[in-house]
């Protein structure tokens, strides 16, 4: 059973506009929530994060929504810059200290110089 | 310069064979985790461990087996029961933030080829 999603595998936007990629979420006890980039044969390296007491948080271009009665988390990129492109995975941990990620299967992100 | 170091970066074993996953982090964090990665599938979970002599199961443990005798070192097992190795191995650990920030960092990554 998925505990998180990402329904949409691949993504393609044109340079300097708006990215958004949707996650949702099937378990009401995460409270922590993460976005990685990731490019072929490296590590995920770490974007932003948002707990669940907050429904926004900002870095530079990259902005994370969480809708928790919808179950639904989004990554806004603005502008989209073609280094950009890659592979965005969310990821969701419980609280109680289990400390448990949950990794999403990853949408492949194209910017279209 | 703290981070992850996974060896090898690529390895191929035969069918039948064991084989060990090293994975050092100088971060002195306390938790350390290892995912396995396949197309389509994104990082599933094999095991991660809180501290020293400690871990847990992930979803995926069946084949794997791990120790963590020191803090530093969370070395992965693939062992001849594990039915399809052949994936990309990912190490993390995780940085306990004081502003409630639990953040993992990645290795990056070991390929492990079964011929």
């Known amino acids: 059973d998925q505990q998180v999603k990402q329904n949409s595998p691949s993504l393609s936007v044109q340079e300097g506009r708006i990215s958004i990629l949707n996650c949702d979420y099937t378990?009401?006890?995460?409270?922590?929530f993460l976005w990685y980039k990731k490019y072929p044969a490296e590590g995920p390296t770490f974007l932003i994060s948002i707990s669940s007491i907050k429904d926004k948080n900002e870095d530079g271009r990259f902005t994370v929504f969480l809708n928790k009665s919808a179950k639904h988390l989004s990554l806004h990129i603005v502008p989209s810059q073609p280094g950009d492109s890659a592979v965005y995975f969310c990821a969701a941990s419980e609280g109680g200290g289990t400390y448990k990620y949950i990794f999403g299967t990853g949408t492949r992100l194209k910017v279209l110089a | 310069d703290g981070g992850i170091t996974q060896s090898p970066k690529y390895l191929f074993r035969k069918e039948g064979q064991n084989v060990t996953l090293s994975c050092e982090q100088n971060?002195?964090?306390?938790?350390m985790y290892w995912y396995r990665q396949d197309p389509g599938q994104g990082l599933r979970l094999i095991y991660y461990s809180q501290i020293v002599n400690d871990f847990q199961k992930g979803d995926i443990a069946e084949g794997y087996s791990v120790s963590r005798e020191k803090k530093e070192s969370f070395p992965l097992t693939v062992t001849s029961a594990q039915k399809n190795p052949t994936a990309f191995y990912l190490c993390a650990s995780r940085e306990d933030g004081v502003s409630g920030a639990n953040v993992l960092t990645f290795g990056a990554g070991s390929r492990l080829t079964v011929l």
């Open positions: 378990n009401s006890m995460f409270d922590y």
């Open positions: 971060l002195n964090h306390d938790a």
